[in-house]
């Protein structure tokens, strides 16, 4: 198989593992460049085993030391951080659940080291041994990893699985109602509980930190969206493998929405404003 074989026919999934181990498209196509590279580099009996698990291995120990780099670096952020969204209606052949939005942010909440470990056990299905190579752990070492962060995402995950065409209406009415500033009906449409989670990186404007309730978040809301200039458009998209919205003037993205449903209501309002997140809209 060539090189440029391999890489058409392995760059998704990769694409997937970085991405979902950084939270940051950027430095998942970055990752994959330089992980292929460096097969492009490698003695032939390096690589002979399994070209699948020999490239996961590289991809992940990239994404490993990008993550403890951008982790420091987020002690610094201004407000909340979110991962990058990714378009996935023309973009590479990547899972839906591979990108799932909602489970991309509860990762951001497992170490460095938890996150690589997970990812690559529960999309690669890679023995503990060959796991413990990537991360400079023993395998034994590895299975308690695994358990804690299991532990953790099964405690916050998403549970829901929603029927596409579901998804879709209530983010056109979530659209309708937020332009018509119709309290009564985005009220009707979010759960109780919901929470408006946004991401300007102290460069858009946004919430510094969550908003709880489906009264207060359909306030905010109403109110942001009465600012938006008048030559504002907002148009669906597929956004991370499920319907979403961006809000743009001309060719400019302000802000990417991602909506977290059972079905019934809303629970999660995700909005990135951030414009260093938002070069992919451009």
Sequence with gaps: MTLE???????????ALAYRITGSRADADDIVQEAFLRLHRAEPEEAVRSLKAYIAT?????????????????????????????????????????????LLVVLERLSP???????LRNAFDLAFE??????GRDAAACRKILSRARARVAQERPRFAVDRERHRQL????????????????????????????DGGGKALATKKPIVGSAAVARFLIAVTRTMPPDAAIEEIELNGAPGLVGRIGSRPLVAIILDTDGERIHSVFAIANPDKLDAFT
């Design 5 to 15: 074989r391999t890489f058409a026919e392995l760059r998704p999934a990769m694409f």
């Design 58 to 102: 590289i991809t992940a120990r990239l994404s490993l030391n990008r993550l403890r780099d951008t982790y420091a670096r987020r002690e610094d952020y201004v407000g909340e951080w979110l991962p990058e969204p990714v378009l996935t209606g023309d973009g590479p052949a990547v899972r839906a659940e591979d990108v799932s939005f909602a």
């Design 113 to 119: 080291l938890e996150r690589v470990v997970f990812v």
């Design 130 to 135: 060959e796991i413990g190579r990537t991360v």
């Design 171 to 198: 983010t056109r009415g979530f659209l309708e109602a937020t332009r018509a500033a119709d309290m009564e009906r985005l009220v009707s449409l979010l759960a109780n509980d919901v929470v408006f989670h946004g």
